[in-house]
């Protein structure tokens, strides 16, 4: 069974941030991981691999800097690694993205793509249905669980009362939440390989995508401005002495929660 | 630019009884649509549809489009992506709003892919600006606020978060139009088999005026239930944070934060929540915040509206009290 991984590189949230002189995040100032939602994706993939065999490739749209998350999916055992990084990529959104990786996808062959349910950054949560869209594959996302037979799989889809059971037929794109597995910890023999394998870079010509479908060129979205959010203040700060029952509930009346 | 001003809203509901978000948004359409002399519409598609549209319309759409094709039920992403593509494409309207929800955000996904829209996420407000329909959306961990618009000749959808906007009731009777076309065998790729309501799963956080979180500090999944009994005395639900998760004591549906859920009720109280920052993420805009924390360096006073420095265990139940005997009084 061939398998890809998709997986972004984010900037790790306890990270202190900086703002660029355009208001806009300096990435470069940032300490950047794996998306955490990704891991999850790859753990069900190295998991699916020693159950049916196979290959899991991991697949990274972003600049140069992300080959290092690239190559921790390779230490947790993780074969392959394909990051498509081109200039004409900047600025892409979620759109240009997928259409990024649909034109990786068609190079590989996957029986199953595996991604993250959103990213922490963009946290658009779009990237897995588009690629589906743009592949005409079956969609299955927020998945809490997953069995893959030789043709078909199926998955819990999870809900806000439980879950949806779904079959589908392979090749198929899944979509993964928090809490389908735990992710394991790169293994120092998987540390060592991550260093030794080498990450194939593809340039949009490699995989036959045009830069006016992705990148600025292909973004819709345009800022009209930016203003810092209103911070929120440190409220009263009480001590129970017995009487902060009292204190809440005439705070909620007063403030038109009861 | 689309051929019409029209706005539309994307419905989300349970068997024909619209989200709350829905309404919202009905709302919404309508003070765009005015502004722009266009109008507006919904879009309900599955069984129940049609019952939507008496609520829908009195909130503000104009006109609903229904289908109640059995393919089209809630679960279905890829069939209902596709017959709103196509709908969209004959009739142009300028935006589409939709909730900012797991399902909807699939089929906003997958509808803008077939057509090429313009997709903007994570809503909390929108408004017209020189003209442009405008998002309004936090972003970098909340500290800043971003206001975009969709450029080029693209229909524009905005996924909106719940609570973010007011419904009221600015409409009337809607006109109610059958969707013509239909189901396309190649958009029939997932089958859903069946439909599992778990005992006590229930976590509509999005939705949910009012939550009640526990952290690390509740101490176990018996305790839990302090909490829900307060909750259930607000007319909440009941959240956490990733420890009280991670822990097992409570599903991950619940989870608010950075992994979890984005929350923005009216109330959330937080307890024995330390307030880190991949949980403040994920429930800073909630309009007023309550925390209860042993701890009176903890973090999260430092944004609640009103901080109780005290043990969970006196206080929770005390409060769940006084809020029952007040109910009682009034
Ligand atoms: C990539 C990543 C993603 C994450 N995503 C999330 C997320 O989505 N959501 C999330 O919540 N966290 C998330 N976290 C974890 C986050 O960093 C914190 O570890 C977590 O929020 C802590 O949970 P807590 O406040 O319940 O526990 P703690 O930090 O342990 O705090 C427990 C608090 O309870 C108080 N307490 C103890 N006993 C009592 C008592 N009897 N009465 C009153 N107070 C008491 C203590 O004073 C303390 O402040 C994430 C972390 C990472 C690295
Ligand atoms: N640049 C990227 N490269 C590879 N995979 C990505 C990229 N961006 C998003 N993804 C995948 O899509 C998922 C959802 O991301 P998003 O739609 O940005 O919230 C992530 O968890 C990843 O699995």
Not at chain 1, 210 to 225: D, F, I, P, R
Not at chain 2, 109 to 129: E, H
């Amino acid at each position: 069974m061939n398998i890809v991984v998709c997986l972004k590189q984010v900037p790790d949230t306890t990270a202190e941030k900086k703002l660029n002189a355009e208001f806009r995040l300096d990435r470069a100032s940032v300490e950047k991981i794996i998306n955490p939602f990704d891991e999850y994706a790859i753990e069900e993939a190295l998991k699916l691999k020693e159950q049916k065999g196979g290959t899991v490739t991991a697949l990274s749209v972003g600049p140069e800097s992300a080959k290092e998350a690239v190559r921790k999916a390779v230490a947790m055992g993780v074969e392959k690694a394909v990051l498509v990084s081109d200039d004409a990529l900047a600025g892409s959104d979620s759109l240009g993205t997928a259409r990024a990786i649909v034109g990786a996808l068609k190079k590989t062959s996957a029986d199953i793509v595996l991604f993250g349910m959103a990213s922490t950054d963009a946290a658009s949560a779009q990237v897995p249905a588009k690629v589906a869209a743009l592949l005409n594959q079956p969609l299955l996302s927020y998945v809490s669980k997953l069995e893959a037979g030789e043709s078909s799989a199926t998955v819990r889809r999870q809900t806000d009362k439980g879950y949806d059971v779904i079959t589908a037929s392979l090749p198929a794109v899944v979509s993964v939440v928090k809490g389908i597995n735990e992710p394991r910890y790169p293994s120092l023999k998987g540390i060592m390989q991550a260093k030794r394998t080498q990450i194939d870079v593809w340039s949009l010509a490699d995989i036959g995508v045009s830069a006016a479908e992705v990148g600025k060129a292909g973004a819709t979205e345009k800022v009209l401005g930016f203003v810092p959010a209103k911070a929120r203040q440190a409220g009263k700060v009480v001590k129970d002495d017995g009487t902060a029952a009292a204190v809440v509930a005439d705070f909620l009346v007063a403030s038109k929660c009861l | 630019m689309s051929a019409t001003n029209d706005i539309w809203v994307f419905v989300e509901h349970e068997k024909g009884e619209p989200k709350k978000v829905s309404l919202e948004l009905a709302t919404k359409a309508k003070e765009l649509a005015d502004a722009l002399g266009g109008s507006a519409a919904a879009v309900a598609l599955g069984p129940g549809a049609g019952a939507c549209a008496k609520k829908v319309g009195l909130y503000g759409a104009g006109t609903v489009f229904v289908s109640e094709d059995e393919q089209l039920a809630s679960y279905s992403i890829t069939p209902q992506a596709q017959v709103l593509a196509d709908l969209i494409g004959e009739r142009q309207p300028r935006v589409v709003l939709f909730p900012a929800t797991p399902a909807a955000k699939d089929i906003a996904a997958q509808a803008s892919a077939r057509i090429g829209a313009g997709v903007l996420t994570n809503s909390i407000d929108v408004s017209i600006k020189d003209g442009a329909v405008a998002s309004t959306a936090p972003a970098f961990g909340g500290s800043i606020e971003v206001t975009s618009t969709v450029a080029g000749d693209v229909p524009q959808f905005i996924l909106v978060r719940p609570n973010a906007l007011l419904p009221q009731q600015v409409g009337g009777d809607a006109q109610v139009v059958a969707i013509g076309a239909g189901v396309k065998e190649d958009s029939l790729l997932a089958k859903v088999v069946d439909v599992v309501v778990e005992a006590g799963a229930e976590a509509p956080l999005e939705e949910a005026a009012i939550i009640v979180s526990g952290g690390r500090g509740v101490g176990g999944p018996e305790n839990f239930k302090v909490l829900e009994d307060l909750a259930k005395e607000l007319g909440g639900v009941v959240g956490a944070s990733r420890a009280a998760v991670d822990a097992g004591w409570i599903s991950y549906p619940h989870q608010v934060g950075q992994t979890g859920k984005t929350v923005k009720p009216n109330l959330y109280i937080a307890c024995g929540i330390s307030g880190a920052i991949q949980h403040k993420v994920g429930m800073q805009t909630s309009k007023v915040i309550v925390a209860i924390n042993k701890n009176g360096d903890a973090p999260i006073f430092e944004f609640a509206d009103l901080g109780i420095v005290g043990d969970v265990f006196e206080v929770v139940p005390k409060l769940t009290e006084e809020i029952r005997k007040r109910k009682q009084m009034t």
